[in-house]
């Protein structure tokens, strides 16, 4: 079994969100950036688990990125996994960045390719649908729950209002997402063994993009809460009903 | 020339949030001087002729069960088939589950820019440019798409559904599609439920609660307003409630009319997910929770005795 896990990097969650170059670009001064935490907490511990039940598993971990990539990628490899490859570039679009993966993924000859269900800056969720289709391999998206059965995957899989459960027979790419496994914190011993695991690193191949981020803009601040009593709920549900007209 | 919607279906019925998108992509089809057409793969219970008031000229039916379930590779292919058959510059989805399966998909496959989780209507002033959320609903990002074809996969919520006049011509469609290879052996629906994405009321508890043991009345309050219930990360951490009604940042984000938080502080990471709801309350015991920041209407109280209070108010405004 041969896994390969895409690692994106993110602005740490309580990141300040701000942008610079009349708003074309994400002021990055002074964030502290982290693995996308679907990548880490689903993704690559799912990857893990798999290769704790059966030690022949090779876990190979994939990020497109420049070298400021290389802490977040080390930090994963503390976690688990067997080596990374980087892709040395700034990664742009989903569908660059989809390419950049492929490009890996047909080298590698993996039965299984993990990505999160969305990285929380840009919030596509495109990445595994598109390596998918590069592939030109099934794909199962937004997994809670991942099962190996000899050379088939079982999968359960978010629906409106449920779950289903579906099979599909290996190699497939998935996306995931919460209840496919629990967070892990690395400990000494992985994060000493991190830094002998193999990093390679890759030039990129010449892909073109399909769009490109023209501007960004915040959200307009609230207008401020109006309090109500306690002792007045009353007025809260009439508020709503004839104020907010939203019951 | 045309704009083709993606129009999705959940036991044979069509979602509200494909709905939006039927609107959505109707629109962009008068801005763009075309016609909206749109596309139903699977058995339907519904009479789909009648879609055509929100906005569609026909839709496209593929009548074949091997469709009931979604197998993004095999939709895909027949969603392009068809889209390269009617000349459909600008495809629209719902950013919804299925959406996320096969926007991107098609996206590879017919070399066509793709904005996720679009909030707003196409500014085609100069070039296409679509709003998107990022950063989990702190900012917003207008994408530029380059390419001939556009693909738009619309946020649920985000687009208000108007109904007009008019029925849609129905095409059957007959074309082949690929072996299904990704099989459905068992679905597990929480029936009766509003879900989540799609609800326009959402009432949502966290820490405060201390105790799964009482949610009910969260579930009762839910109920009366036809709401989807939600939780913070702990909440569902802790197993208290399923990990589907987590929402913030690493959860699942929602727009709905109304968010109702009670017992939660409002930590950025819950605030990102639901600060795009229209209209937000906030019962909380603590005056300084941060939430109250983010909020329309708050009451500083215990939940425990506000919201059977609450709950009691409703029914007296329903009269039941
Ligand atoms: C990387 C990362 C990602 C995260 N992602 C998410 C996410 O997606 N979603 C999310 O929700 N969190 C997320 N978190 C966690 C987040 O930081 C908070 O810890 C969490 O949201 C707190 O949940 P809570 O408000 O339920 O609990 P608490 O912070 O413990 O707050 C409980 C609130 O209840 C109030 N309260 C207590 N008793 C009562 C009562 N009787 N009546 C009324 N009010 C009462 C208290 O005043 C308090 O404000 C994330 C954290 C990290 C580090």
Redesign the pocket.
């Known amino acids: 079994m041969k896994i390969l896990v895409c690692i994106s990097k993110t602005p740490?969650?309580?990141a300040k969100i701000a942008f610079t170059d009349n708003n074309t670009k994400f002021d990055s001064t002074g964030v502290q950036w982290?693995i996308n935490?679907y990548d880490e907490w689903y993704s690559l511990v799912r990857a893990i688990e798999l290769k704790e039940s059966d030690a022949s598993t090779v876990i190979q971990l994939v990020t497109v990125g420049s070298s400021e990539t290389d802490p977040i990628i080390r930090k994963a490899l503390a976690l688990g996994g067997d080596e990374a490859i980087r892709v040395n570039t700034d990664s742009q679009d989903s569908f660059y960045i989809a390419s950049q993966i492929s490009e890996v993924a047909k080298q590698g000859g993996y039965d299984l390719i993990f990505t999160g269900k969305e990285t929380i800056d840009y919030n596509g969720s495109s990445i595994g649908g598109m390596l998918a289709e590069l592939l030109n391999l099934p794909y199962v998206s937004l997994a809670t729950k991942f099962e190996l059965s000899g050379n088939k995957a079982v999968v359960t899989r978010e629906i409106d209002g449920g779950e289903e459960v579906c099979e599909v027979e290996l190699p497939v790419v998935v996306s995931c997402q919460k209840g496919v496994a629990e967070q892990r914190i690395p400990n000494m011993r992985g994060i000493m063994s991190a830094r002998a695991k193999p990093l390679k690193v890759v030039e990129p191949s010449g892909v073109n993009t399909l769009t490109a981020i023209s501007s960004f803009e915040l959200p307009p601040a609230k207008a401020g809460v109006k309090l109500v009593s306690p002792d007045n709920v009353e007025e809260l549900i009439r508020l709503l009903k004839e104020e907010a007209k939203v019951i | 020339m045309s704009v083709l919607i993606f129009i999705d279906t959940a036991e044979g019925h069509v979602k509200k949030a494909s709905l939006e998108a039927i609107c959505y992509g109707a629109k962009i089809a008068e801005q763009l001087g075309t016609s909206a057409e749109g596309i139903v793969l699977g058995t339907v219970k519904d009479d789909l002729a009648p879609f055509g008031k929100f906005g569609v000229k026909k839709i496209h039916h593929l009548n074949n069960e091997l469709l009931d379930h979604l197998d993004a590779q095999v939709y895909t292919k027949v969603i392009a088939d068809i889209a390269e058959k009617i000349v459909a510059k600008v495809i629209v989805f719902s950013n919804n589950v299925d959406g996320k399966a096969i926007a991107p998909r098609l996206s590879v496959r017919l070399k066509a820019g793709l904005v996720s989780g679009a909030v707003a209507m196409p500014d085609i002033s100069n070039g296409f440019i679509v709003k998107k959320n990022v950063f989990s609903g702190k900012a917003f990002a207008n994408i530029s798409v380059n390419t001939d074809i556009k693909i738009i996969a619309l946020n649920p919520n985000a687009y208000k559904t108007t109904a007009g006049e008019g029925t849609a011509e129905i095409v059957v469609v007959n074309i082949p599609i690929d072996p299904v290879k990704v099989k459905v052996t068992g679905v597990n629906k929480t029936s009766g439920e509003v879900p989540l994405t799609e609800a326009e009321i959402v009432v949502s508890?966290?820490?405060?609660?201390?105790g799964p043991e009482n949610w009910g009345m969260i579930e009762e309050l839910a109920k009366l307003l036809h709401a989807a219930t939600a939780?913070?990360?702990?909440?569902s951490d802790a197993h208290w409630r399923p990990h589907n009604e987590?929402?913030?940042?690493?959860?699942t984000a929602i727009a709905p009319s109304l968010y109702i938080a009670?017992?939660?502080?409002?930590?950025?990471?819950?605030l990102?997910?639901v600060n795009r709801s229209k209209v937000i309350v906030v019962?909380?015991?603590?005056p300084e929770?941060p939430?109250f920041k983010a909020a329309d209407y708050g009451i500083v109280?215990?939940?425990?005795e506000?919201v059977p209070k609450m709950i009691e108010a409703v029914k007296k405004l329903k009269g039941v």
């Open positions: 740490d969650t309580t982290i935490p | 508890a966290g820490r405060g609660m201390k939780c913070s990360r702990p909440v987590h929402v913030g940042q690493t959860g009670i017992g939660i502080s409002g930590a950025i990471q819950h990102a997910g019962i909380n015991k603590d929770a939430f109280g215990d939940a425990f506000v």
